[in-house]
């Protein structure tokens, strides 16, 4: 069974930081591209970073310089590092585990969300 649970969200004010977590199991993760998505609310659930399983990565534009996608493959875990945020960041932050492969396919495992709440 696969599982794919999110934690790391709260309340920041803007300028703050945040470390998000996924830790994923039921599936061989060092071989999986993981990819973070974000949904603000009325909005698209857009992608915000992806990491490969040899640790290419993939920033969309607005959090680049900002943001930072890590994986620990022994903790089968992988971070999103935000700085500097922005109240435009607010949103739920989704992760998926990719389909095996060298680049980033989004696939049918999601976790649940954690909020993420940028005051200004």
């Known amino acids: 069974q696969v599982q794919v649970v999110e934690s790391g969200g709260g309340l920041v004010q803007a300028g703050g930081s945040l470390r998000l977590s996924c830790a994923a199991s039921?599936?061989?993760?060092?071989?999986?591209?993981m990819g973070w998505y974000r949904q603000a609310p009325g909005k698209q659930r857009e992608l915000v970073a992806t990491i490969s399983s040899a640790g290419k990565i993939y920033y969309t534009t607005s959090v680049k310089g900002r943001f930072t996608i890590s994986r620990d493959n022994v903790r089968n875990t992988v971070y999103l590092q935000m700085n500097s945020l922005k109240p435009e960041d607010t949103a739920v932050y989704y992760c998926?585990?990719?389909?095996?492969?060298?680049?980033?396919?989004?696939?049918?495992?999601w976790g649940q969300g954690t909020q993420v709440t940028v005051s200004s």
């Open positions: 998926n585990a990719g389909r095996s492969g060298d680049y980033f396919t989004p696939s049918d495992y």
């Open positions: 039921g599936i061989l993760f060092s071989s999986r591209p």
